[in-house]
């Protein structure tokens, strides 16, 4: 191989590398911003909860919040799971209202849950942190309703 090849194969490789990292970087980005479209969903679904409670000192039944998710950016990324029903005077604050499992491919982001809870925070969870404090708020009635 002559000098002439070996630059250019160099070339080719350096553009190819190049090119690569281009796409798995804008593929990360995309699910970066698939993730922060679906929590600031999930803080206005929030804010409206909050509203709500002040009001009328509960919490909005389902069908209130699945009709405003409309008007809500993003809320389409939201496969919303809304745990209302199973709200009572005895609910810690920390306690999940509503959750969202991550309804979209991602790369480099790793599974979870978007959580949302009674006191109106908006978090990211790992899937098995998540489920163990699922696990742990749910009572048997829940659990047996819930299941397919």
């Known amino acids: 191989m002559n000098r002439r090849q070996k630059t250019m194969l160099v070339e080719v490789a350096t553009v ?9 970087g804008m593929i990360n980005f995309k699910d970066y911003v698939n993730r922060s479209e679906a929590m ?14 002040e009001q009328t000192g509960r919490v909005p039944a389902e069908s209130l919040v699945r009709g405003e998710m409309d008007r809500i950016r993003g809320a389409v990324r ?15 604050p920390n306690d999940i209202l509503a959750y ?3 309804r979209y491919p991602a790369s480099l ?7 949302l ?32």
């Open 100 to 102: 969202a499992k991550k």
């Open 78 to 92: 939201l496969g919303l799971q809304y745990r209302g029903l199973w709200i009572d005077f005895e609910t810690e």
């Open 16 to 24: 190819l590398v190049i090119t690569l990292i281009a796409v798995v």
């Open 117 to 148: 809870q009674l006191d109106g925070t908006v978090a990211w969870m790992e899937t098995e942190e998540f489920e163990a404090l699922l696990a742990e708020q749910q009572g048997e009635v829940e659990i047996e309703m819930t299941q397919p």
């Open 40 to 53: 600031n969903a999930m803080q206005e679904i929030g804010k409206l909860v909050l509203e709500y409670q």
């Open 109 to 115: 982001l790793d599974d979870g849950y978007i959580v």
